[in-house]
């Protein structure tokens, strides 16, 4: 039947969101809106999974909120009209809510499936109501370690519903980590359609990479070429509408006014921005990415800012990054630097506190703070002279709870952390060679390297004393692994290439040439035990990738910019490295990298520590640094040795005045989380080996078959695969696991959990059809003459999709079993050697089919009335858990609102409507048939009439 505006379709995929409608059809997509669910989704003419609602003389629809039974039906014009006594009505004025299963229908024409296919759709939706509880619904499949501060930033933007934060963690705590996995779970509970990613042109692959390999999450990357190709098929559409995930470089926008406008107007739920402290603002002058990231964060909802800058560095750039996120709390400058200074003050009184060591002055303070408290503060500060711990533990956190900008923002330290590796630096200088020209060389290396030199000289190592050095290094390790990091492809194949002439030892390479799968086959290759002991990577191999199986780094080149320089660390240097981490650097002497190699170790110590102020450094340093490397190395060593002496100076200054300007009540309030349940459930579906079994066993009724391989991987084969969609197994056969730790290690394994696109996909084919919901099995155990009918329903709550109803009442399958009299027969278990013996049989129905349809309706019936019975109690303990859990966070809030000014009034009422909203939406949940499975003694099927 051809689309038309006005239709009503389902979703087969998504039978939950209620009857769509039909609004437009342009071009090769359809969009339908589903207004039970508040949601509009965009498909595909060719692959839609729409199902056309078209009912027929007979059945029960539902109208107004009553049902009524519809007489005859007709077509006119692509809609269909109803008549039900004397009214006729359209299609378009049916609820959104219908019955859409016909499994009853199957079974009375006797079109029935095998039992094995009923109990594994059974299963399935099983599986899927225990994932969609979930709290960690949207990462359950993420490649992420249990980290406990970056889960718990992750649990603090889901209590914000659009969450607004600065995360603000020092280097190697994994901000984008964090990031994406808020962005994951907006995206999975239905809060965020429509999500945008900015950063700068250097991080956009490494983003991509992490989005796509740890949260299956595919981002489509914008540039010009791709715009001008879209608009070259729509010339006057806006590009970014085309893609919901959208991936972009700040750098690209700025330099196109006509593209920024169509970012602002494309629409958006959710913003992240990397690198914020790019972004320049003050009083008199607004860069074009800060003037871009404001117009959209005045118009997007959910906004993330990451920086890993700390704040005493530049607070105005600090107050420019807190503007974007709450103008209306951020206004002035000057109030927000006394703020500041005000919460200093308060952070070194909670650090006195802390150390019991309160003075009077501090008890002066703190009576101004709890002014309406001071009973309460009398007694909590005579616990602590009588040296109670939890009291001090107490008044702590009671001042957190007052901290403003712990609203907004979010800061963990190192130190504070802890996990980390100790780093061991080996720093060499080398002799240079008889080669007249060697210093020459490196000096055009490093030109290119920093901008100078536009096109990339050619490399040849075979002469180069780094080359003997990297040699005796690698064999002075054994049998140890060595990640070998440099600039770029170019240099991969050139050491590679010195390498396999002296060197006999197997080698992997990694660089952006290579396409994610060849990247990933060589990953693995140095993951292998009985792999490549060193794998070469160029820049890209310091982004995004995980290599903490290994303990060795060797620096082949040095990045200019220090950040750069811990990034490429940070492949190792992480929480849950197992042992210490070795950094292995050398520069030839006299070279222009020498100078480079002592400034970051002689003036930053940067190989044995994070250096937090290395940006601030270069900015100072950078063009003394560039110009002494450049120079002749004859007589540039006394200039040298006073960079690195004032650089040492400036750096311990720096370090001091963070120290001193450390907000440790945000610290405190990064580092607190209420009870760590996301952490918690998570590690527990790790261990859930039903759940696994589950979803290897939904691969399988579809072809997917899977061969354990040992050690927690098995092989995936879809040579038998039945349908098309699967993704991920188009190349055919793949690895895979369900082991947090070897998919952490192995990029190339699938990660299979329950929200990973080909369990999802599964499901969705497996739900979506009428496979399994229709079926007949012989219990041999039953009595003669005895039949019972047992129905599932799925208990689903049709509302909008951002209150993300789920967390409290996902789909949930009921199950009602009755017999011929119509009695409840809930305690009814069918006998397992008759299940076992039921896949192999096959049955003819039809002549029993005026039985079944005398039989069937109103054994159906007698179930309905059971599911509808068992909905209410499911239907009542979800709304006491909305109550408990939305009543305490109200409630929280509320009294935070009374003494943090960052929590306004209008924070208070949306979730106040939030849970007015959920309370009111659970009531209105529905079960609706899904399948149904007649269960008879053998003498059954002799039955005619």
């Given at each position: 039947?051809?689309?038309?505006?006005?239709?009503?379709?389902?979703?087969?995929?998504?039978?939950?969101?209620?009857?769509?409608?039909?609004?437009?059809i342009?071009?090769?997509?359809?969009?339908?809106?589903?207004?039970?669910?508040?949601?509009?989704?965009?498909?595909?003419?060719?692959?839609?999974?729409?199902?056309?609602?078209?009912?027929?003389?007979?059945?029960?629809?539902?109208?107004?909120?009553?049902?009524?039974?519809?007489?005859?039906?007709?077509?006119?014009?692509?809609?269909?009209?109803?008549?039900?006594?004397?009214?006729?009505?359209?299609?378009?004025?049916?609820?959104?809510?219908?019955?859409?299963?016909?499994?009853?229908?199957?079974?009375?024409?006797?079109?029935?499936?095998?039992?094995?296919?009923?109990?594994?759709?059974?299963?399935?939706?099983?599986?899927?109501?225990?994932?969609?509880?979930?709290?960690?619904?949207?990462?359950?499949?993420?490649?992420?370690?249990?980290?406990?501060?970056?889960?718990r930033?992750?649990?603090?933007?889901?209590?914000?519903?659009?969450?607004?934060?600065?995360?603000?963690?020092?280097?190697?705590?994994?901000?984008?980590?964090?990031?994406?996995?808020?962005?994951?779970?907006?995206?999975?509970?239905?809060?965020?359609?429509?999500?945008?990613?900015?950063?700068?042109?250097?991080?956009?692959?490494?983003?991509?990479?992490?989005?796509?390999?740890?949260?299956?999450?595919?981002?489509?990357?914008?540039?010009e070429?791709?715009?001008?190709?879209?608009?070259?098929?729509?010339?006057?559409?806006?590009?970014?509408?085309?893609?919901?995930?959208?991936?972009?470089?700040?750098?690209?926008?700025?330099?196109?006014?006509?593209?920024?406008?169509?970012?602002?107007?494309?629409?958006?739920?959710?913003?992240?921005?990397?690198?914020?402290?790019?972004?320049i603002?003050?009083?008199?002058?607004?860069?074009?990415?800060?003037?871009?990231?404001?117009?959209?964060?005045?118009?997007?909802?959910?906004?993330?800012?990451?920086?890993?800058?700390?704040?005493?560095?530049?607070?105005?750039?600090?107050?420019?990054?807190?503007?974007l996120?709450?103008?209306?709390?951020?206004?002035?400058?000057?109030?927000?630097?006394?703020?500041?200074?005000?919460?200093?003050?308060?952070?070194?009184?909670?650090?006195?506190?802390?150390?019991?060591?309160?003075?009077?002055?501090?008890?002066?303070?703190?009576?101004?703070?709890?002014?309406?408290?001071?009973?309460?503060?009398?007694?909590?500060?005579?616990?602590?002279?009588?040296?109670?711990?939890?009291?001090?533990?107490?008044?702590?956190?009671?001042?957190?709870?007052?901290?403003?900008?712990?609203?907004?923002?979010?800061r963990?330290?190192?130190?504070?952390?802890?996990?980390?590796?100790?780093?061991?630096?080996?720093?060499?200088?080398?002799?240079?060679?008889?080669d007249?020209?060697?210093?020459?060389?490196?000096?055009?290396?490093?030109?290119?390297?920093?901008?100078?030199?536009?096109?990339?000289?050619?490399?040849?190592?075979?002469?180069?004393?780094?080359l003997?050095?990297?040699?005796?290094?690698?064999?002075?390790?054994?049998?140890?692994?060595?990640?070998?990091?440099?600039?770029?492809r170019?240099?991969?194949?050139?050491?590679?290439?010195?390498?396999r002439?002296?060197?006999?030892?197997?080698?992997?390479?990694?660089?952006?040439?290579?396409?994610?799968?060849?990247?990933?086959?060589?990953?693995?290759?140095?993951?292998?035990?009985?792999?490549?002991?060193?794998?070469?990577?160029?820049?890209?191999?310091?982004?995004?990738?995980?290599?903490?199986?290994?303990?060795?780094?060797?620096?082949?080149?040095?990045?200019?910019?220090?950040?750069?320089?811990?990034q490429?660390?940070?492949?190792?240097?992480?929480?849950?490295?197992?042992?210490?981490?070795?950094?292995?650097?050398?520069?030839?002497?006299?070279?222009?990298?020498?100078?480079?190699?002592?400034?970051?170790?002689?003036?930053?110590?940067?190989?044995?520590?994070v250096?937090?102020?290395?940006?601030?450094?270069?900015?100072?340093?950078?063009?003394?640094?560039?110009?002494?490397?450049?120079?002749?190395?004859?007589?540039?060593?006394?200039?040298?040795?006073?960079?690195?002496?004032?650089?040492?100076?400036?750096?311990?200054?720096?370090?001091?005045?963070?120290?001193?300007?450390?907000?440790?009540?945000?610290?405190?309030?990064?580092?607190?989380?209420?009870?760590?349940?996301?952490?918690?459930?998570?590690?527990?579906?790790?261990?859930?080996?039903?759940?696994?079994?589950?979803?290897?066993?939904?691969?399988e009724?579809?072809?997917?078959?899977?061969?354990?391989?040992?050690?927690?991987?098995?092989?995936?084969?879809p040579?038998?695969?039945?349908?098309?969609?699967?993704?991920?197994?188009?190349?055919g056969?793949?690895?895979?696991?369900?082991?947090?730790?070897?998919?952490?290690?192995?990029?190339?394994?699938?990660?299979?959990?329950?929200?990973?696109?080909?369990?999802?996909?599964?499901?969705?084919?497996?739900?979506?059809?009428?496979?399994?919901?229709?079926?007949?099995?012989?219990?041999?155990t039953?009595?003669?003459?005895?039949?019972?009918?047992?129905?599932?329903?799925?208990?689903?709550?049709?509302?909008?999709?951002?209150?993300?109803?789920?967390?409290?009442?996902?789909?949930?399958?009921?199950?009602?079993?009755?017999?011929?009299?119509?009695?409840?027969?809930?305690?009814?278990?069918?006998?397992?050697?008759?299940?076992?013996?039921?896949?192999?049989?096959?049955?003819?129905?039809?002549?029993?089919?005026?039985?079944?349809?005398?039989?069937?309706?109103p054994?159906?019936?007698?179930?309905?009335?059971?599911?509808?019975?068992?909905?209410?109690?499911?239907?009542?303990?979800?709304?006491?858990?909305?109550e408990?859990?939305l009543?305490?966070?109200?409630?929280?809030?509320?009294?935070?609102?009374?003494?943090?000014?960052?929590?306004?009034?209008?924070?208070?009422?949306?979730l106040?409507?939030?849970?007015?909203?959920?309370?009111?939406?659970?009531?209105?949940?529905?079960?609706?048939?899904?399948?149904?499975?007649?269960?008879?003694?053998?003498?059954?099927?002799?039955?005619?009439?």
């Open positions: 039947m051809a689309l038309v505006p006005g239709q009503r379709w389902f979703s087969s995929a998504e039978p939950e969101l209620g009857l769509g409608t039909v609004l437009r342009a071009g090769r997509s359809v969009q339908l809106v589903f207004t039970a669910s508040g949601t509009v989704r965009q498909y595909s003419l060719e692959a839609a999974p729409l199902v056309r609602a078209v009912f027929r003389a007979g059945d029960r629809v539902r109208m107004d909120g009553k049902e009524i039974a519809i007489e005859s039906v007709e077509e006119r014009a692509g809609l269909v009209w109803y008549r039900a006594g004397n009214d006729e009505f359209m299609e378009g004025a049916l609820d959104a809510e219908q019955p859409v299963s016909k499994a009853d229908q199957r079974l009375i024409s006797g079109r029935i499936d095998r039992n094995d296919q009923f109990e594994r759709r059974v299963r399935t939706l099983d599986l899927r109501a225990r994932a969609r509880r979930h709290p960690g619904w949207g990462v359950l499949g993420a490649r992420v370690d249990l980290i406990p501060h970056q889960l930033v992750v649990e603090t933007a889901a209590a914000r519903r659009t969450p607004r934060l600065l995360l603000a963690d020092e280097v190697g705590l994994g901000k984008t980590i964090e990031a994406c996995a808020i962005a994951a779970q907006q995206i999975a509970s239905g809060r965020a359609k429509r999500v945008l990613v900015l950063t700068p042109e250097s991080l956009v692959n490494q983003w991509f990479v992490e989005l796509l390999r740890r949260f299956n999450l595919p981002f489509a990357i914008y540039d070429e791709r715009c001008e190709a879209l608009e070259m098929n729509e010339p006057s559409s806006n590009p970014f509408e085309d893609e919901q995930f959208v991936l972009a470089s700040v750098d690209w926008l700025t330099e196109h006014d006509k593209r920024m406008k169509q970012l602002v107007q494309a629409g958006w739920d959710l913003l992240l921005v990397d690198e914020a402290h790019h972004l603002w003050t009083p008199e002058f607004e860069s074009p990415g800060y003037t871009l990231v404001a117009a959209l964060a005045k118009r997007v909802p959910g906004l993330l800012l990451l920086t890993a800058t700390p704040e005493q560095l530049g607070r105005g750039g600090h107050f420019a990054r807190l503007r996120l709450d103008p209306a709390r951020y206004t002035d400058l000057k109030s927000f630097l006394a703020e500041s200074d005000r919460f200093v003050a308060l952070s070194q009184l909670a650090e006195r506190i802390e150390a019991g060591d309160v003075t009077r002055a501090d008890g002066e303070a703190l009576n101004d703070l709890f002014a309406n408290d001071r009973e309460w503060l009398d007694a909590t500060l005579a616990a602590i002279e009588t040296g109670d711990l939890a009291a001090r533990e107490v008044l702590i956190d009671a001042l957190v709870d007052r901290h403003g900008t712990g609203r907004v923002m979010v963990n330290r190192r130190a504070a952390v802890g996990g980390f590796p100790k780093r061991i630096a080996h720093v060499d200088l080398l002799p240079a060679t008889d007249s020209e060697l210093l020459g060389r490196l000096r055009a290396e490093f030109a290119f390297e920093v901008g100078d030199l536009d096109e990339e000289p050619v490399h040849d190592y075979a002469k180069d004393p780094r003997d050095w990297l040699l005796e290094t690698l064999n002075a390790l054994g049998g140890e692994k060595a990640l070998v990091l440099c600039r770029s170019a240099k991969v194949q050139a050491i590679e290439e010195a390498l002439l002296r060197w006999g030892q197997p080698v992997a390479r990694f660089h952006e040439d290579m396409n994610l799968l060849q990247r990933d086959r060589n990953a693995a290759f140095f993951a292998d035990p009985d792999g490549a002991r060193v794998l070469i990577a160029s820049e890209v191999g310091a982004e995004g990738r995980n290599f903490q199986f290994a303990q060795h780094l060797v620096l082949w080149d040095l990045p200019l910019h220090p950040d750069m320089l811990e490429r660390i940070g492949r190792l240097d992480r929480i849950g490295q197992p042992g210490d981490v070795h950094i292995h650097a050398a520069a030839v002497t006299g070279s222009a990298q020498e100078v480079l190699l002592r400034w970051y170790h002689e003036g930053l110590d940067a190989f044995r520590g250096v937090p102020d290395g940006r601030e450094l270069l900015r100072r340093s950078v063009d003394e640094l560039v110009a002494l490397a450049e120079a002749d190395p004859i007589g540039r060593e006394p200039a040298l040795e006073q960079l690195i002496a004032d650089t040492r100076g400036a750096h311990a200054e720096l370090v001091e005045q963070i120290a001193r300007g450390r907000d440790r009540l945000l610290e405190r309030a990064s580092q607190r989380a209420e009870a760590d349940e996301l952490r918690a459930a998570l590690a527990e579906d790790d261990a859930d080996l039903v759940s696994q079994e589950a979803m290897l066993e939904l691969l009724a579809f072809g997917v078959e899977n061969e354990p391989l040992g050690e927690g991987r098995f092989l995936l084969d040579e038998y695969l039945t349908v098309d969609g699967f993704d991920a197994l188009k190349g056969a793949r690895e895979a696991t369900c082991d947090r730790r070897l998919a952490l290690s192995r990029d190339d394994l699938l990660y299979l959990r329950a929200d990973h696109p080909l369990i999802l996909g599964a499901q969705d084919l497996m739900l979506s059809s009428e496979l399994g919901n229709a079926c007949l099995l012989i219990d041999e039953l009595p003669p003459r005895t039949a019972l009918l047992e129905a599932i329903y799925v208990l689903e709550c049709i509302t909008d999709a951002k209150l993300n109803i789920a967390r409290f009442l996902p789909p949930t399958p009921l199950r009602a079993i009755v017999d011929t009299r119509l009695q409840r027969r809930d305690d009814f278990a069918p006998d397992p050697d008759s299940v076992a013996k039921a896949s192999d049989r096959q049955f003819d129905l039809s002549p029993m089919r005026k039985v079944m349809n005398s039989l069937v309706p054994m159906l019936g007698a179930c309905e009335t059971s599911a509808r019975r068992d909905a209410a109690t499911v239907i009542a303990e979800a709304a006491e858990l909305a408990t859990r009543g305490g966070e109200l409630a929280r809030l509320e009294s935070l609102a009374r003494v943090n000014p960052a929590v306004s009034e209008s924070d208070v009422q949306a106040r409507d939030e849970r007015e909203a959920v309370l009111a939406a659970l009531p209105g949940a529905r079960p609706r048939l899904d399948s149904v499975r007649l269960i008879t003694s053998p003498d059954f099927l002799l039955l005619r009439r």
